[in-house]
């Protein structure tokens, strides 16, 4: 199976009994949300989908299981292709948020032809595109799926009341009023300021779906509970944020004297995930909002499902580990340095340089390297994390850690980095690990025992770590392009070593198949 299933259950007991209530409203409005994306998907996946549950056949029945993990009958592990008879061979490129034969060009020349107003409205995150009388039009979601939003904001207001919570109250109001007016600016900003015991993120957002344009939100929900003794690990490791940017190996002239303020960062435990949250590949970490004049007012909030992690840990990381890892190395697998790599990842995307002197003026890394830019940010960011984790172990400042800490971090690091590299190495992800991989090799910071199998080489990773995190920041504090460049070229690439690891890899899971076994206790 290349998908685990997995139960999540987060308890949900030491909520009061206002928010247990308010919870079970918005387990109903996630399972609503599911119907709205699936007619957003395909304009006829709502009537595939009665027909399956009609075949009460065993090939009827796997059918229907891989068409509510992909919600169409598209899989999202093979490009989107079919897996039932009778359907259109690919997902459509624009979904079911334009006519289905509309053309690029032939929307391009009409939004030409449109007011300033008329076109923006055209362009919307919150509108389809459809034809009226042989003329295209937008009508807004607010219209094209009132009945299902009407009960939605009904929901949310319900749940609204029976919360403790201000801040909650206060979003799950705004929301319901955006769902009935279409603007959902003044929601956004609510949901910047959401800090309660219930975390929900729901609504329009992402428009990966849209690949025709990348304009159209999808409907999505996140009901999740927030995680307090995370929280607080967060909250210590944003306070020496400036400690380790002070310290960053790189010439000092590059170090940044005062980082800005950092994005929010949340860590919770999902309950229910559905609509564009719960198709294909799983989400186990989300940066929203994305709309502009939210960002410039109040910034962006990253949510981490730590449940989520913990089941993709225990599914595919372990099962990867065993074929990876030497023997030895097995025992230093461990979920608390997986998860808090990933938070000290997140934290240090906001240090190190985030402008460049080009010819007296200033630029950014992201200008100067282009479309190599990602690829070495999330390098740096997955490294700057090691050297942060590695510096704060060194000087005792992690109590808890125990004595086999920095192994099991650097161990847990390099089984976690053939996760990434299954992916392939045409995303940034994959690109920016294959490059610390094969560096980190090279180095003698890992080892590849006769055997085929890895594992840390304890006096060698730290100095490897430094010298790599000197490398790529310094790349970025000065533009280097042609640097980048080379480095990416020589590094970022599956190499025979490699490729033998990845295909012994091949029958394990890719990802999983959660079961929200809280959500059906709530509303069977």
């Not at 449109?114 to 009388?133: C, D, G, H, Q, Y």
């Not at 329009?204 to 939100?217: R, V």
């Not at 000087?395 to 004595?403: F, S």
């Not at 192994?407 to 994959?430: M, P, Q």
């Amino acid at each position: 199976a290349r998908f685990a299933k997995v139960n999540l259950a987060p308890d949900v007991t030491r909520l009061s009994d206002g928010d247990k209530q308010a919870l079970i409203k918005l387990v109903q409005a996630a399972r609503l949300i599911d119907d709205l994306f699936l007619q957003q998907y395909w304009s006829k996946n709502r009537e595939t989908l009665a027909s399956l549950r009609q075949d009460k056949s065993a090939l009827g029945k796997s059918r229907l299981e891989y068409f509510l993990l992909n919600k169409g009958p598209w899989s999202a592990l093979d490009e989107h292709a079919a897996f039932l008879p009778d359907v259109p061979p690919k997902k459509l490129p624009g979904a079911n948020f334009y006519p289905e034969d509309l053309t690029k060009p032939a929307f391009e020349s009409w939004t030409a032809t449109l007011s300033p107003e008329k076109k923006r409205e055209a362009e919307s995150f919150f509108t389809v595109i459809r034809r009226m009388n042989g003329k295209l039009e937008p009508v807004p979601f607010s219209t094209e799926y009132r009945g299902e939003l009407t009960k939605l904001s009904d929901l949310l207001k319900q749940a609204a009341r029976l919360t403790s919570n201000d801040t909650l109250r206060r979003f799950l109001d705004a929301r319901a009023a955006a769902f009935l007016s279409n603007d959902y600016y003044d929601s956004d900003i609510a949901w910047m300021d959401l800090d309660a015991p219930i975390d929900v993120t729901i609504g329009p957002y992402e428009t990966y779906n849209d690949e025709l344009f990348g304009y159209k939100a999808s409907f999505e929900a996140y009901v999740t509970i927030r995680d307090d003794a995370e929280s607080k690990k967060v909250a210590f490791f944003s306070d020496h944020l400036q400690e380790i940017e002070n310290v960053l190996p790189i010439d000092a002239k590059y170090r940044n004297p005062k980082i800005g303020a950092l994005a929010p960062i949340r860590v919770v435990n999902e309950v229910i995930s559905a609509g564009d949250a719960a198709h294909g590949i799983r989400t186990a970490a989300f940066n929203l909002p994305n709309d502009e004049r939210v960002i410039r007012a109040k910034g962006s909030k990253r949510v981490m499902l730590k449940n989520v992690q913990e089941a993709k840990f225990n599914s595919i990381l372990k099962p990867i580990a065993a074929r990876v890892l030497s023997t030895s190395a097995q025992a230093d697998l461990s979920f608390d340095w997986f998860f808090t790599h990933i938070l000290a990842h997140e934290l240090t995307h906001g240090i190190g340089p985030h402008t460049v002197l080009q010819n007296g003026a200033e630029s950014s890394p992201r200008l100067q390297l282009k479309e190599l830019y990602s690829a070495i940010e999330e390098a740096k960011a997955d490294v700057c994390g090691l050297f942060m984790l590695g510096y704060m172990l060194d000087k005792k400042m992690l109590p808890n850690a125990g004595p086999d800490a920095t192994t099991k971090l650097y161990t847990t690091f390099l089984a976690s980095a053939f996760r990434t590299l299954r992916f392939g190495v045409n995303e940034a992800h994959g690109r920016g690990m294959a490059l610390q991989l094969n560096y980190l090799l090279d180095k003698g910071a890992f080892a590849l025992n006769k055997d085929g199998t890895y594992q840390a080489v304890p006096d060698r990773i730290g100095s490897g770590v430094r010298e790599l995190a000197h490398d790529l920041l310094t790349i970025e504090a000065t533009g280097d392009y042609a640097g980048a460049k080379a480095m990416l070229d020589k590094l970022a690439v599956v190499r025979p070593a490699m490729k033998a690891t990845l295909d012994k890899l091949k029958d394990l899971p890719t990802d999983i198949n959660p079961s929200h076994v809280t959500a059906r206790a709530l509303v069977p």
